[in-house]
């Protein structure tokens, strides 16, 4: 419940009070855990990203990744899509690293059209999506990916097969897996 409150606050950019929720959750007894705190650095993150933009600062797409990664990893999808489209909105071009983030937390949630949508996008912007986010993909799509890399003339590499003989293996496919290896 206080983890739900904390995210809240600092989703709105409340970071001061938060911080004061987690005193009240000292003081009752009731110990923070990796999640509270992970929320809190966050949202210390987001409220530093806004501060800047306030003082005219305008940050560059490496700033805006950390804060989208972290977002993605903390599985606050619609955070991290959001901050991807106002970055957009502002005319910051969104890095590789960014795309890639931002298709792992998609691809874990099932999002798939979501995840068609950022690769046509790179390709849009002429962006080549690296061997990270072709392994992503391939974890979460598998086949499908290996052929629409072929299609493009990408060569599949070392490190998508491990990725897809994980995705076999991780699924309980060892018959799959084994034709990858």
């Known amino acids: ?80 899509w959001n901050l991807f489209s106002e970055i957009k909105g502002k005319g910051v071009l969104p890095s590789v690293y960014i795309y890639c983030s931002l298709t792992q937390a998609i691809c874990n949630s099932g999002m798939w059209e979501e995840a068609s949508y950022l690769l046509a996008e790179m390709a849009g912007r002429g962006m080549e999506p690296d061997y990270i986010t072709w392994g992503v993909l391939i974890k979460a799509l598998s086949k499908d990916v290996i052929e629409a890399m072929t299609q493009q003339g990408v060569e599949p590499n070392v490190f998508m097969y491990y990725a897809l003989v994980d995705k076999y293996c991780w699924c309980e496919e060892i018959d799959e897996a084994g034709k990858n290896v």
């Open 1 to 80: 419940m206080f983890n739900k409150f904390v995210n809240c606050l600092c989703g709105n950019y409340l970071v001061d009070l938060a911080l004061s929720t987690l005193g009240k959750m000292l003081k009752m007894s009731i110990p923070p855990d990796v999640t509270t705190f992970n929320l809190l650095i966050l949202g210390e993150a987001v409220k530093l990203l806004r501060n800047a933009e306030q003082a005219g600062f305008q940050p560059d797409s490496f700033a805006y990744f950390l804060v989208i990664e972290r977002l993605s990893k903390d599985c606050l999808i619609t955070e991290a």
